[in-house]
Every structure is written in structure tokens, then in C-alpha cells.
């Protein structure tokens, strides 16, 4: 299937980034009819008043039945089962897909799960924010965001193909890689800041915490992120973010010991400061910050 041949995606899942996808399609004006479900009833009215899909619907089955691409967009470990679920449903050739922050497990379900007939590619667009719910879905959220498409050795390399096109289609920078690498790499920068945010959090008097300044909002904003999306995200990726927990411990030891000495502790806050000032200075240069 070309990118031109696409009649139909539905998206699992209408949250945040699952709106945003239906959203984002419809925006351009492709030609691609937009399905979602939901298993709240809540969220399916919410997304019918809004409009947030060509058509919403009550059953997972008949939503997925002329899908031609088929976005999961909920917690990850409900990943197993709605492969399960929808798996009778699936036409010939469908791509199925998600947009969860891990993918090791997840090719490991698609395997056991699916259908031959169904082509699984791991998705990953870095784009959302802390909040949550459909009425927060915006078509502009993949703007110049980083996407990044998994696969594997069995993975069929027209439907990956197809899946990158169909990211830049939405205004997605797509990269390639491994599940493996994939989870490794965003344990490190995505999964650890979220652990390290919850531990300060954690760490924290509630009635000195009202003096803290923007510093500390900062600093702590991404653990405002809903506990069971991440709780899934921890669960299935414990491996690695336990050794970038060890990893930053003895980067915290460091600092512990240095403190003490005004020209040891002031070379590794200098070391960190000109760190981030190169990463500044490249996600400009990307246009992924201004």
C-alpha cells in the first residue's frame, strides 16, 4: 500500500495524544477517514461532541474492521490484550501500531498476538505534555516533534515504510531503530527525569514546598504526568531505568562529596551547565526549541 492509497486510520484510545492524531489527519485534508474508540462512554461522547474523529465508535471491532492503520493509544500494558481483542476484526494487510513511550514488550505481544495477515511497526511520537483527555487533543501537537518508528528483523519493511510516511505526514522528524535501542535510549532521557522528578517530589516537605520558587516548578513538572500511563512506562522498561537510577546515584555521590569543596563542586556544576548548553544550542540549531 502506498501513502496515497490510505482510506482509513483508527485510533484506540482517545486521550491526549489519540485525539491529537485523528486531529492532526483531519487537519490536512488527506482524504483519510478518521476512527476512534474509546472504552468509556464518557470520553466517546466527549470526542462526538468536539469532533474529534470522522466517526466515534461504541464497539472496538467494528472500529478497527476498515482500518487500514490501527494506533493504539493507551496505557501499555493493555497492549496484549486489545491485540487480542481486535485481532478477529483486522482486514488483510492492516498495520497496527501505538504510540507508547516503550516497545521491547510490545513487538513481543504484536508477535504472540496478531495475526500473519497484520503488519506490526512500533511507533513513538515525542510529543504531548502532562495533561490529559481528550478535550486537551490539539492538531497541532506533531508539528516538528520527533517520531521514532521501531522494528525488528521480521518487521515487513513496506509497512514500516508506509508507517514513517504516514508520521511525516502529521509534521513529524521520523527516526528508525530497534526496540531495544529505543528502550535503552529513552530510559535514559525520558523515563529517568520522570523518576528523578517523583523522587524530588517525594523527597520534599509539603510546607517548605510552598516557598519554592519557579526553579522547583520546573524542575518537578513532568511528574505531574498521570501515574498509571507511567507506572505501564516503568513497568516495562525496569532494566534500564534501574541502571540510569544507579547512574545518576553516583552522579548524586559525587556532588555529595564535593560540596564541601568550593573548586570540586564548582567544576561539576560547570561540566552540567555547559552540557545543556550544547543541548540547547542543537535543538535550536533543529528548530525543536526557540
Known sequence: MKIKELRQVTVIGLGLLGSSITLAINRGNFGIKTAGFSHRDTTRKRARKLEVADIIYDD?????????????????????????????????GCIVTDV????????????????????????????????????????????????????????DKKAAALLKKFWSLLGCRVYTMSAVEHDKVLGNVSHLPHATAAALLNASDSNQLKLCGKGFIDTSRIASGPANIWSDIFFTNSENISKGIDKLIKELVKIKKAVKHKD????????????????????????EIL
Open 60 to 92: 472496538i471491532c467494528e472500529s478497527v474492521a476498515d482500518a487500514d492503520i490501527v494506533i493504539l493509544a493507551t496505557p501499555i500494558c493493555t497492549f496484549e490484550d486489545l491485540f487480542k481483542t481486535i485481532k478477529p476484526a483486522l482486514k488483510k
Open 100 to 155: 507508547g513511550s516503550t516497545k521491547v514488550l510490545p513487538h513481543k505481544w504484536a508477535k504472540k498476538c496478531l495475526p500473519s495477515y497484520a503488519n506490526y511497526v512500533g511507533s513513538h511520537p515525542i510529543a504531548g505534555s502532562e495533561q490529559r483527555g481528550v478535550e486537551f487533543g490539539r492538531d497541532d501537537l506533531f508539528d516538528g516533534a520527533a517520531c521514532i518508528v521501531t522494528k525488528d528483523a521480521s518487521t
Open 264 to 287: 570540586q563542586i564548582e567544576k561539576l556544576l560547570e561540566l552540567a551547565r555547559q552540557k545543556r548548553a550544547k543541548l540547547i544550542e542543537y535543538k535550536v540549531s533543529k528548530k
